[in-house]
């Protein structure tokens, strides 16, 4: 619905840019059909890049060198770190996909992963 990515743009500084990777192609329609109210329009600010893609890839692809590393990277893939969605999500929130994580992140740079409750299994 856009909430992560408006939260993101609204602190990018003009020059910044916001890639978003999304799996479902279909998403993409609803948000910018039926739900444009909620989502705002912003998949449309100049500053965005959308990938139709698995996030994996894109991870994968700033950790080996391939594309330049990321400042931040935001996971609001599942509805807390477990493979719910999709089980292939399930390699993001494991020790390798944490590390992949890091190795595609800027010095300094920070992984967030949105969770619908806590989870302490996943936070030791």
């Given at each position: 619905?856009g909430?992560?990515?408006?939260a993101?743009?609204?602190?990018?500084?003009?020059?910044?840019?916001?890639?978003?990777?999304?799996?479902?192609?279909?998403?993409?329609?609803?948000?910018?059909?039926?739900?444009?109210?909620?989502?705002?329009?912003?998949?449309?600010?100049?500053?965005?890049?959308l990938?139709?893609?698995?996030?994996?890839?894109?991870?994968?692809?700033?950790?080996?060198?391939?594309?330049?590393?990321?400042?931040?990277?935001?996971?609001?893939?599942?509805?807390?770190?477990d493979?719910?969605?999709?089980?292939?999500?399930?390699?993001?929130?494991?020790?390798?996909?944490?590390?992949?994580?890091?190795?595609?992140?800027?010095?300094?740079?920070?992984?967030?992963?949105?969770?619908?409750?806590?989870?302490?299994?996943?936070?030791?």
């Amino acid at each position: 619905m856009g909430f992560t990515l408006r939260a993101a743009l609204a602190k990018l500084g003009a020059r910044g840019q916001a890639v978003v990777a999304e799996i479902v192609p279909e998403i993409l329609d609803w948000a910018r059909g039926p739900m444009a109210a909620m989502t705002g329009n912003c998949l449309e600010d100049q500053r965005l890049r959308l990938e139709i893609c698995d996030v994996a890839a894109l991870i994968d692809d700033a950790a080996d060198g391939t594309t330049p590393r990321y400042d931040a990277i935001l996971l609001d893939v599942d509805n807390g770190p477990d493979g719910i969605v999709r089980p292939d999500n399930q390699r993001l929130y494991a020790f390798n996909g944490l590390r992949s994580a890091k190795a595609a992140l800027k010095s300094g740079g920070i992984l967030a992963i949105w969770s619908a409750a806590p989870d302490p299994r996943f936070s030791r």
